[in-house]
């Protein structure tokens, strides 16, 4: 049942991709105003388990849209380790972006983090599927990547919606830097919609293989 489960969220992936990347993207293009895009001269992206995967799974991406020092934290040294205990210093760490990962957006290391972090001057905002979270009540924005729920296994749609809203993020803000053009971001915005395609049927392709090396071994 756990494995018929989880891959019933695997086959799932390119519906998911086709019908929630228009409603992300438009809650991304809104979810920071342009003088605060302006203003962003660093970035760290943070999270606990998947959503930290996901954050180091797109930081190149961001960093090379943009040119922006980008910086995958834990969730664990964001909440401690950032500011050295330094006082805040609003002025100067308004340039700082933290962009906190986290679907349920109750992890506590995250959550504290993003208190901390807010606390020393950073613009904090939480990409979650949970408006209402701790973490959301915690960040000064929330970028909404909720989607339909599905049976339960491990978080293999919600690490995808995750992907989803930082690349789509990420594009906004390189867009709004013109450090790529309005037709280059469309272009990858409709790439990035376009993966529904190369999703649809590959894990039914791929189970036949996988379950002949599984009984091999």
Known sequence: RSLDSFLTQIRSLSDLVHEATP?????????LSTPEIYGIRHIIL?????????????????????????????????????????????GRNRGLLVVS???????????????????????????????????????????????PASVSAPGTRSYVASLLGIYLLSLRIAEVLMCITMDRAGALRRELAGMSTALHGLSEGMEAAVR????AW
Do not use: C
Request: no cysteine.
């Open 23 to 31: 409603r992300i993207e438009s809650n991304a293009r809104t979810v």
């Open 46 to 90: 943070t999270g606990s388990g998947d959503s930290y995967a996901a954050a180091l799974a797109v930081a190149p991406a961001l960093r090379g849209w943009t040119g922006l020092p980008v910086q995958p934290m834990v969730s664990m040294e964001a909440s401690r380790y950032v500011d050295h205990g330094r006082p805040p210093l609003s």
């Open 101 to 147: 990962i986290s679907t349920s957006g109750e992890a506590a290391r995250l959550v504290e983090a993003t208190h901390r972090l807010r606390a020393m001057g950073a613009i904090t905002l939480v990409v979650t599927a949970s408006p209402a979270s701790r973490a959301a009540q915690a960040a000064e924005k929330a970028l909404d990547i909720s989607i």
């Open 212 to 215: 002949e090396r599984i009984n």
